[in-house]
């Protein structure tokens, strides 16, 4: 992440707002507390994300994506600093198996985008493994420039699209 | 899931000619075929008489023959070389004027060529279109066809008509009578559905081969017209699939644990060239249509991608970026002679080699994607499109015409336009919905 625009911080925001609204709305889904026992480091209460869910990894980790330059694959301090987070996560969290989408903006033909996403997936891919995540818990998935987040035709627009997700399955 | 394609449309004897009229070679239409005509021919396409109106599955006969007449009109005009003669100054053609028409009439409307022509139901549950090309200030017939076709193919005998036409008095290769694969596109760019479709050239026929579950993308046509290459995203693993027309049903091409994409058929359609994404390095691979171990082509750590054979099967052109940027590259189709062709400013991508051999249409980059072709050994470039995002492009049957996907800027839907080598006669092609990666199929048999 470069520079964090309003635009991203509001994104990141709003989307951890919608997941922990959406744990708040699912109690039903929250295993049954424990009877008699204090748990005291799992940090588990029933306002906070459920450990091991994508919630919990967003919250623990500060973010689930990481973004990049024009054309570029190269990850910068400030990627390897998010993604040393979201590793000691995965490894605390050994039983989770994440997929890795990347992503590109609209300014690379599809095939060749479809490509360059692919090689930033493995950018992150192969940081978290050479911080100890077991690749085998790692799928990368490149969408090109099909599925942006940000809509617009602008520089703004194309520094959210041009990223990396670490995608912790929901539930 | 799919209705059988194969459909046959065959030249039938020739029972309504008199007798055989000498066909002089003269008259091709006056211009410069790589600079364009400045002066479209005036033409006339009279609806079509009947000997006897007769209703059909498609429609009653006489109906029938003005609307083949107005696909007719409509293809010629489309094309750019012709400038038909306003419908309402068009004077009615009887069974007798078929094969004698009044000269001196068509002159008077201003018409220079006039194409006219019967449909009958035959007793065989089938539809003939007689198709017939004077010359009116010669006063002589240039050429005659006739049409047998299923009543539901009846735009196919009007196609056929028009490309008799067309080759006739351009020079240039039929088109017409040929489909087109594209991706379908709907809903806001964040949630976008994706489905394959097939379309006549003029957009009629549409149907979509897959139902949107899973992102589909570039779609491609075999040579042979039986089968199509796409790529899909069904079960999270972005795979190219082969899909069959006939049958509806569609396979794997290559079973791996990597994304392979950007596939193209060889010219024979016994190979399809791929790129193939392992660990973040992106590498071209060829492997037969009926499956077996491929054969890599390409091994820089770059992304090479986008091949496309030369159309006699010897070469392939493909895009890669390492040089550093996207540039356009050929080599034999072993992998081996890899040479850069492209060193315009900016960089150059989805390169498709023209089915007549002698061009190389790209996607340039550079401010902007412009749709451009250039010679196989990177001469003679030529950019024929100014817009904010023109991509992908591919080439008519005939080797004169470039479809590709024009996307404006901000959430809004991509759409196919069409424009000849010139860089004229640009053009939007009708769609349901948005459209992007066009892909041309042959002429129909």
Redesign the interface.
Same mark, same amino acid.
């Given at each position: 992440m470069k520079t964090l625009s309003p635009a991203m911080i509001m994104l990141v925001s709003a989307s951890a707002l919608a997941l922990s609204a959406c744990s708040r709305n699912a109690p039903e889904d929250l295993p049954p507390p424990p009877v008699g026992t204090t748990d005291a480091d799992s940090g588990f209460d029933n306002s906070g994300p459920m450990p091991g869910s994508r919630a919990d990894f967003i919250a623990q980790a500060g973010s689930d994506t990481i973004y990049f330059e024009t054309?570029s694959?190269d990850l910068d301090p400030e990627d390897r600093a998010l993604l040393d987070a979201q590793a000691r996560w995965l490894v605390a969290n050994p039983g989770v198996r994440v997929?890795i989408e990347g992503h590109c903006d609209?300014? $690379?033909?599809?095939?060749?985008n +479809?490509? +360059?996403g692919?090689?930033r997936a493995? !950018?992150a891919k192969?940081y978290l493994a050479a911080r100890g995540v077991d690749a085998g818990r790692m799928t990368v998935?490149?969408? $090109?420039k099909?599925?942006?987040?940000a809509? $617009? !035709?602008n520089a703004q627009a194309w520094a959210q699209n041009r990223r990396a997700v670490t995608v912790v399955p929901v539930g | 899931m799919l209705s059988s394609m194969p459909i046959f449309v065959r030249r039938i004897a020739w029972f309504l000619m008199a007798a055989l009229i000498a066909i002089p070679a003269q008259a091709q239409i006056e211009g410069d075929v790589v600079g364009g005509i400045s002066n479209p021919s005036s033409i006339a396409v009279p609806d079509m008489p009947t000997p006897s109106a007769v209703d059909t599955p498609a429609g009653n006969t006489a109906d029938l023959g003005r609307q083949i007449a107005q696909v007719i009109e409509a293809d010629l005009r489309n094309s750019g070389f012709f400038n038909p003669v306003p419908r309402n100054r068009l004077r009615r053609v009887t069974m007798d004027q078929v094969t004698a028409p009044d000269y001196a009439a068509w002159n008077q409307v201003g018409a220079q060529h006039l194409v006219q022509g019967y449909v009958q139901a035959g007793s065989n549950g089938r539809l003939t279109v007689g198709c017939y090309l004077y010359d009116v200030f010669a006063q002589s017939s240039l050429d005659r066809a006739g049409y047998e076709v299923d009543y539901a193919d009846w735009r196919r005998a009007a196609h056929r008509c028009a490309d008799m036409v067309y080759a006739r008095l351009t020079g240039e290769g039929a088109y017409f009578d040929s489909r087109i694969v594209y991706v379908a596109e709907s809903g806001?760019? &964040?949630n976008?559905t994706?489905r394959i479709a097939v379309m006549d050239t003029d957009g009629a026929n549409h149907r979509f081969l897959t139902n949107g579950q899973s992102?589909v993308?570039?779609p491609r046509y075999a040579p042979d017209g039986r089968t199509i290459t796409y790529m899909s995203y069904v079960n999270?693993?972005?795979r190219v699939y082969l899909f069959d027309l006939s049958t509806g049903r569609q396979r794997l091409l290559v079973d791996a644990p990597y994304?392979t994409?950007?596939a193209r058929y060889s010219p024979d359609s016994r190979y399809v060239v791929f790129?193939m994404?392992v &660990?973040?390095n992106?590498d071209i691979y060829r492997v037969p249509v009926t499956g077996g171990r491929p054969e890599r082509l390409t091994n820089t750590p770059g992304?090479d991608?986008?091949g496309s054979y030369s159309p006699d099967g010897s070469r392939i052109v493909f895009?890669s970026?390492r040089s550093g940027?996207?540039q356009l590259y050929v080599m034999n189709a072993d992998g081996s002679n890899q040479r850069r062709i492209s060193f315009g400013g900016g960089q150059y991508?989805?390169p498709e080699w023209s089915p007549r051999g002698n061009l190389i249409a790209f996607?340039r980059?550079g401010g902007g994607?412009r749709i451009g072709v250039m010679r196989p050994d990177g001469s003679g470039e030529r950019i024929l499109t100014n817009s904010?995002?023109d991509?992908?492009p591919s080439w008519a049957p005939n080797g004169r015409v470039i479809h590709f996907f024009r996307?404006p800027?901000?959430?809004s839907m991509p759409a196919l336009y069409s424009v000849d080598i010139t860089g004229r006669q640009e053009r939007r092609l009708p769609t349901p919905v948005g459209a992007?990666?066009p892909s041309w199929s042959p002429l129909q048999d």
């Open positions: 054309d694959y997929t609209e300014r $690379g033909t599809r095939e060749y +479809l490509a +360059l692919e090689r493995n !950018s192969n998935i490149s969408y $090109g099909e599925q942006p987040v809509l $617009g !035709s | 806001p760019k &964040n976008r994706r992102i993308l570039t999270d693993e972005p994304m994409f950007a790129s994404a &660990n973040g992106t992304i991608t986008g895009e970026d940027g996207q991508a989805t996607t980059l994607f904010w995002q991509e992908g996307t800027r901000g959430d992007s990666d």
